[in-house]
């Protein structure tokens, strides 16, 4: 199974389109709420919406084109990513950046989604696959531009094909969330990235979309062992189970 040639990315819309990927139903791409998340998330990833900053609801409303409910909305699930803090009287603050949870949050990630990668490769339909192939599709001219929110789209598209193509719907619920906090951290090292490093990055992404691709299990967890930056020695395999 191969995956066949991408599209041209300028074709595209710039959202991330995780909500079905999280398996919630009710948060379908379509809906606006979801609209309203996936644009609220990926301002908060940039930092456009920083570390915490007090969050208007009205303010946020006018921002984003978009009414009170679905940024109420919004905000409850961002609040359980623990990507904002909602509280009593004080109202909601868009989360600090945490390095003990991040290292913890590396750590889940390095056992879940190696797994998940290799469930992807004996599991995911041929569209899913070819999911997973275009989400860095114009990549290298997003790299040449140094265009930061595409290539965050991108990433995180990424991630959420691969946990979706896992087919287990308990892994990606917890895989996604962790892999939106990751990339907060990711967009500080992408001024300090040569041209080369980041298309070497796209690249290694795409090795692993196409050992899924493939079938290949092993090679899928391997491939995205490289991504991670994870060696075979600081994870315990589990059994990938039919």
């Given at each position: 199974m191969s995956p066949l040639p991408a599209q041209d990315a300028r074709s595209r819309m710039l959202v991330l389109d995780v909500c079905s990927s999280s398996g919630l139903e009710d948060w379908s791409p379509d809906l606006q709420k979801a609209k309203v998340y996936e644009r609220i998330l990926l301002d908060l990833i940039l930092g456009e919406l920083a570390p915490g900053a007090r969050l208007d609801e009205q303010s946020l409303a006018a921002r984003y084109e978009a009414g009170l409910a679905g940024v109420r909305d919004a905000l409850g699930r961002l609040a359980l990513e623990g990507l904002v803090i909602r509280r009593a009287r004080s109202g909601t603050l868009v989360a600090p950046l945490d390095l003990v949870e991040l290292r913890q949050g590396y750590e889940a990630r390095a056992l879940i989604e190696p797994h998940c990668a290799g469930l992807a490769a004996r599991h995911a339909s041929k569209a899913e696959a070819q999911a997973i192939f275009d989400a860095f599709?114009?990549?290298?001219?997003?790299?040449?531009?140094?265009?930061?929110?595409?290539?965050?789209?991108?990433?995180?598209?990424?991630?959420?094909?691969?946990?979706?193509?896992?087919?287990?719907l308990s892994l990606a619920r917890i895989l996604i969330p962790l892999q939106h906090k990751a990339a907060r951290f990711w967009v500080f090292s992408f001024n300090g990235a040569t041209e080369a490093e980041l298309l070497a990055d796209i690249e290694q992404h795409r090795d692993v979309a196409r050992v899924i691709a493939s079938g290949d299990v092993e090679g899928a967890r391997v491939a995205m062992m490289r991504v991670l930056n994870v060696t075979p020695e600081a994870v315990q395999r589990p059994p990938v189970q039919a």
């Open positions: 599709e114009g990549g290298e001219e997003a790299a040449r531009d140094r265009d930061l929110p595409l290539l965050v789209a991108m990433d995180q598209r990424f991630h959420a094909a691969v946990a979706r193509a896992s087919q287990n």
